[in-house]
């Protein structure tokens, strides 16, 4: 299948696309040679389902080179964060969308035994083979809406360096018996890698500030999150809505047994019977 020019419902996006960004952002609407970058590039995920320049260049007959679709993608000041919220705000505006609920998730993307050069990417458990592989861990944030489900935020999670080498050097400590005082102590966190509750709070707080039209119905986590202080920040920033997570195993649930309860009644001057 050939790619010579962008399809027309690209074409069409990326002009309302430009058009939203001058109003929004004024200075930040692609340039010509960026639209035309983009146009190309969303038709040649449209058509391969990948992201390889290679396969574009080859869809393309040679036109677009790998060279030149790799420069414009590193190098052009193109407003990434923005395309992103732009984005966002015409799907829900095409839609009409003015509330929904907002879900966190994760997923591990496994890339390869032995590279460095990618952005977050670290030592992971490889589910597949029960070994251990390269990759990287992206944390989501979904807008569930009774039409379509779409997300409104990502961000790469990496365990800070530092903490993962103090951790296991402090259990092969611990195993040898040494006792705590006379092992190194825990090091502060890197703000440049923070937990993956702190980056889901960011994401709920960019989300807030970008869409503060969307009416927020819940926020829905699994285990990882259910914790007090993600739990209290989460519904205060959603405005009150309530936060529901996962329960963990290791957590204990309090229920009451209303048919154990005796109830009971009194009357008022007027008659009017109540609890």
């Known amino acids: 299948m050939l790619m010579n020019a962008p399809a027309t419902f690209i074409q069409s996006y990326i002009d309302d696309l430009n058009d939203a ?3 929004l952002k004024p200075g930040a ?15 040649g995920i449209l ?60 997923s591990d993307r ?6 460095k050069r990618i952005y977050k990417v670290y030592k992971q458990k490889h589910k597949g083979s029960g070994g251990y592989v ?23 999670y990496m365990p800070d360096p530092a903490l993962k080498q103090w951790d296991k050097e ?12 006379d092992r190194p102590i825990k090091p502060e966190r890197d703000s440049a890698y923070p937990t993956k509750t702190e980056i889901a709070l960011g994401l709920l707080k960019e989300f807030k500030v970008a869409h503060s039209l969307i009416k927020i119905k819940g926020v829905l986590a699994d285990a990882l999150y259910g914790e007090k202080a993600f739990m209290d920040e989460a519904a205060k920033e959603s405005g009150g809505s309530q936060v529901i997570s996962q329960l963990r195993k290791n957590q204990n649930i309090e ?14 001057d007027r008659g009017e019977t109540g609890l």
């Open 47 to 106: 058509l391969m389902n990948s992201v390889c320049w290679a396969k574009f260049e080859r869809a393309s007959l040679g036109d677009c080179k790998v060279a030149a679709l790799s420069w414009v993608f590193r190098k052009a000041s193109i407003p990434w964060d923005w395309l992103l919220r732009v984005s966002v705000v015409l799907i829900l505006k095409r839609y009409g969308i003015t509330e929904g609920v907002l879900a966190f998730d994760e």
């Open 255 to 268: 229920y009451i047994d209303f048919q154990k309860i005796n109830f009971r009644t009194n009357k008022n």
């Open 29 to 43: 609407a692609l340039t010509r040679i960026q639209a035309a970058w983009l146009g190309t590039c969303l038709t």
């Open 110 to 115: 496994a890339r390869s035994k032995s590279t």
């Open 170 to 181: 402090d259990k092969r400590l611990k195993n040898s018996g040494i006792a705590k005082k």
């Open 134 to 156: 390269n990759g990287q861990t992206i944390v989501l944030l979904l807008l569930v809406t009774s039409s379509i489900t779409v997300p409104v935020g990502f961000f790469f």
């Open 21 to 23: 960004l001058n109003q």
